[in-house]
């Protein structure tokens, strides 16, 4: 409108979770989650919904990892972080785990306690998950280790 040629992108809040609601387990969603209550699980957005937002209010928490292509904190995570995309971190975030990110917008205030990596490929974020799940096998004793 004013000279501006610039795209926002944005997703509608399609589902609420609200401030009284304890949600225990897994939580895959498409579109538009804002959370107020709290999840108990991993929050991850399904395979194909690109521009997907998660948006965690000041009363909001996870205990659990968060894997999504946008999302806006201001309440708490216990659990490691991927955005794909945009991860914005308001004055009240609090993050306590690893953080991975392709651009990152924090406010004074905002807390992360783990490492911060940035990653520019998307590919890089789901690789970096498989390679997680497979070294998470472990052995009883170095025999079992040699024999696969």
């Known amino acids: 409108m004013f000279g501006s040629n610039k795209k926002i ?23 538009g989650l804002h959370l107020d209550g709290k999840i108990k699980g991993n929050v991850t957005t399904s395979d194909s919904a690109e521009g997907s937002v998660l948006v965690i209010s000041d ?3 996870v205990e ?16 490691n972080v991927f ?5 914005e971190l308001s004055a009240r975030a609090r993050i306590s785990g690893n953080v991975e990110y392709n651009l990152l917008e924090m406010a004074s205030g905002a ?11 998307e590919k890089k974020l789901l690789e970096h998950q498989k390679e997680e799940s497979s070294a998470n096998i472990h052995h009883l004793d170095d025999t079992a280790a040699t024999q696969n």
């Open 9 to 31: 992108k944005s997703s509608k809040i399609d589902t609420l979770i609200g401030q009284g609601v304890e949600v225990t387990g897994d939580v895959k969603f498409e579109g």
């Open 59 to 61: 009363r909001g928490c």
């Open 64 to 79: 659990g990892d968060v894997h999504v292509a946008y999302a806006v904190i201001n309440g708490e995570v216990t659990g």
């Open 83 to 87: 955005a794909t995309e945009k991860l």
């Open 111 to 121: 807390e992360i306690n783990g490492q911060m990596l940035h990653n520019e490929n």
